[in-house]
């Protein structure tokens, strides 16, 4: 079967813990974790939601998914991957050309998921002001990450006081430099004026592959769509 949330049973097994210590005492929350950029521009989208939550979003994705293989012959299993249904492309190919048809799967997959209730933290940075104001910038990853981090902690702190959350990311090569950095925020806390040791995440941070989690798609559905907002200038999509 295919997975479409990671359990927090999984999580525990990682880092070494009973899966009981997870389930019962604090993990409620989880945030996917996806990027999107240019070479100006670097945006993350983290969404946000409970167990419940996260399960009504793989049953209306599943739904989607059936539609679209009746209506196109795409794989049942396919990847909501924001690029690729919209350039029709890999396994999207039967949309290439058909731009009405693939704007309507890209709102069904967001309308899916405002209606199951995940919330998005959108977090940008433009890159060449950046590299004016700073002799040596860090990554651009790092900084956007690290200020994600903290919009996640604040909403937890804020909205969900006692509860922790897990933060799954997508895959990426520098991914264990982001576990390193993060283990360093919850010692001496994040840098900055909004300096925080993000007490309400779960450490580490678990990196997945993006056709694991919807979770993770939907993150990706966001932040493509924050960057297009923000960056695009041309009609075609």
């Known amino acids: 079967m295919r997975r479409v949330l990671i359990h927090p049973s999984d999580i525990a097994s990682y880092i070494g813990v009973p899966s009981c210590f997870f389930e019962y005492?604090?993990?409620?929350?989880?945030?996917?974790?996806?990027?999107?950029?240019?070479s100006e521009r670097y945006?993350?989208?983290?969404?946000?939601g409970d167990p419940a939550t996260w399960e009504c979003v793989s049953a209306r994705l599943g739904e989607i998914r059936e539609r679209t293989h009746q209506e196109h012959g795409?794989?049942?299993?396919?990847?909501?991957?924001?690029?690729?249904?919209?350039?029709?492309?890999?396994?999207?190919?039967?949309?290439?050309?058909k731009h009405r048809e693939a704007i309507g799967i890209y709102n069904a997959v967001l309308d899916a998921a405002?209606?199951?209730?995940?919330?998005?933290?959108?977090?940008?940075?433009?890159?060449?002001?950046?590299?004016?104001?700073?002799?040596?910038?860090?990554?651009?990853?790092?900084?956007?990450?690290?200020h994600t981090l903290e919009?996640?902690?604040?909403?937890?702190?804020?909205?969900?006081?006692?509860e922790q959350l897990t933060v799954i990311a997508d895959e990426i090569a520098t991914q264990e430099q982001h576990k390193t950095q993060f283990e360093g925020y919850q010692l001496w806390g994040t840098p900055g004026y909004r300096s925080s040791t993000l007490s309400t995440i779960v450490s580490p941070i678990t990196f997945a592959p993006s056709h694991?989690?919807?979770?993770?798609q939907?993150?990706?559905?966001?932040?493509?769509?924050h960057r297009r907002r923000s960056t695009q200038t041309e009609v075609h999509p």
């Open 218 to 225: 939907i993150a990706d559905f966001a932040a493509y769509l």
């Open 43 to 48: 945006y993350i989208a983290a969404a946000v």
């Open 151 to 162: 919009r996640l902690h604040e909403r937890m702190r804020d909205y969900h006081s006692g």
């Open 25 to 38: 005492r604090f993990l409620v929350f989880y945030a996917y974790v996806d990027e999107s950029y240019t």
């Open 114 to 146: 405002l209606s199951c209730n995940v919330k998005f933290v959108l977090r940008g940075l433009d890159i060449q002001r950046q590299h004016a104001r700073y002799k040596y910038p860090h990554h651009p990853h790092t900084v956007v990450l690290g």
């Open 74 to 97: 795409t794989p049942l299993d396919i990847e909501f991957h924001a690029d690729e249904l919209m350039n029709g492309r890999k396994a999207w190919k039967p949309l290439k050309g």
């Open 212 to 216: 694991s989690a919807d979770g993770l």
